[in-house]
């Protein structure tokens, strides 16, 4: 129809113009951020206009999910996520909306709503990429949520550490994650990383478990970026291991 010509050509160039915008001046960022809010807002419009084109109408929402976030616009993005995820429940890109929803929810802080939208993708998608890639922000959610002070803390952080054992442990005939998968990388650094901490407060087997996780991951991962980092807590986790057995 001539609105949805209209629509997309104007939603085609709110995206180009925001492409082309230069400089860094408070004003030009703001500009910036305003001709993305547009774009986001024009390809939810075009979105809507295309439902019954299911695979149009996914690159427009996507599209728009990407000029959300690009203008900062974290609050608005959780909402038409969320919105999707609840309506498309057969939709070809839930699952990549509830991973989009629960990273936006995890980079606001809001843990438990994104734990809700990793469960809700492992459980309706086990096998699919969205659900796999997943794994270690669910599980750095439930140990964020355990280390708080409250009822059912401790439940959620075994629930962490078990999810981030089954990545780095699993050595059947069918793995899933090889020790090259990015997955594999962050799975065992938040392992050793976790260890360390409770090493801090409760010694006993934390600290030798660290230091097992830590030499590990240098190990596997020599060239990464967080390398000085791991190589100091082996050090202290070392430290702390000889003064436990000259207790």
């Known amino acids: 129809s001539t609105r949805t010509f209209l629509t997309t050509r104007l939603a085609s160039a709110l995206k180009q113009k925001a492409r082309e915008a230069t400089g860094s001046s408070p004003a030009d960022v703001a500009t910036l951020q305003a001709l993305r809010a547009r774009s986001a807002e024009m390809h939810l419009s075009l979105y809507a206009l295309l439902e019954s084109d299911e695979d149009n109408a996914v690159r427009a929402f996507e599209q728009a999910v990407a000029e959300f976030d690009a203008a900062g616009m974290r609050d608005r993005m959780i909402e038409v996520l969320d919105r999707y995820a609840s309506t498309k429940v057969t939709g070809q890109w839930r699952s990549t909306a509830l991973f989009e929803l629960g990273r936006a929810c995890q980079a606001a802080h809001r843990y438990t709503d994104a734990i809700s939208a990793y469960e809700d993708l492992i459980q309706a998608y086990p096998r699919m990429p969205d659900a796999l890639r997943s794994m270690v922000p669910l599980a750095e959610c439930y140990l964020v949520v355990g280390a708080e002070p409250k009822a059912g803390a401790a439940v959620l952080r075994e629930k962490g550490v078990a999810l981030l054992e089954s990545i780095v442990k699993d050595r059947g005939k069918q793995q ?33 478990t660290a230091v097992a996780y830590w030499e590990d991951w240098l190990a596997l991962f020599p060239d990464d ?6 190589e100091f807590m082996l050090g202290d986790g070392y430290r702390r291991s000889a003064q436990l057995v000259g207790k």
């Open 225 to 230: 970026a967080r390398r000085t980092h791991a």
């Open 176 to 208: 899933v994650f090889a020790p090259t998968a990015s997955e594999y990388r962050e799975g065992l650094y938040q392992l050793a990383e976790f260890h360390s901490r409770m090493a801090t407060g409760e010694p006993s087997d934390h600290v030798e």
